[in-house]
Structures are given as C-alpha cells and as structure tokens.
C-alpha cells in the first residue's frame, strides 16, 4: 500500500502537465506530515504570476487532497 509520499510525488506528476503547457511547472520540496504541509517550488511562467496563489490553493491543494484528506495547506517555497 502507498504511503502519504508516495501518493503525494504520483498526484504532483499528474498535475505537472496541466501547468506545463501554461509555460509553469511545480516541483515538490518537503512533505511534512505532522503538520500537514506540502511545500513546492513554483518554475517557469508559474513563477511571479499573479494566478500561481489561486493555482496553488484552488487547483494543488485540492487535488493533493484527494490523495492526503489531512492535508491543511500547500505552501510555494523560493
């Protein structure tokens, strides 16, 4: 059975081609499971744009919840 990581890095290379055709790409940085955080760098297009905080929240986190239910927050590292 997969573990939380496991699901988490599968889930992240889902959602890397949605936001690679948009010139954007996430890399996934630290899962921290007793605070139930995932951090990601943001590359590409993704970086500075005023949407990545919408991508993030409405679009990461939500689908990474499908995965971890616990999951409280997805956080963009530099």
Do not use: Y
Request: hydrophobic share 35%; charged share 35%.
């Amino acid at each position: 059975m997969p573990n939380i990581e496991d699901k988490i890095k599968q889930k992240i290379e889902e959602l890397r081609p949605g936001l690679q055709a948009d010139g954007g790409d996430l890399e996934l940085v630290e899962i921290d499971e007793k605070e139930k955080k995932v951090k990601v760098k943001l590359h590409g297009a993704c970086v500075g744009c005023p949407m990545s905080e919408v991508t993030l929240k409405g679009f990461v986190l939500q689908n990474l919840k499908e995965e971890w239910p616990e999951l409280e927050d997805v956080l963009a590292v530099h």
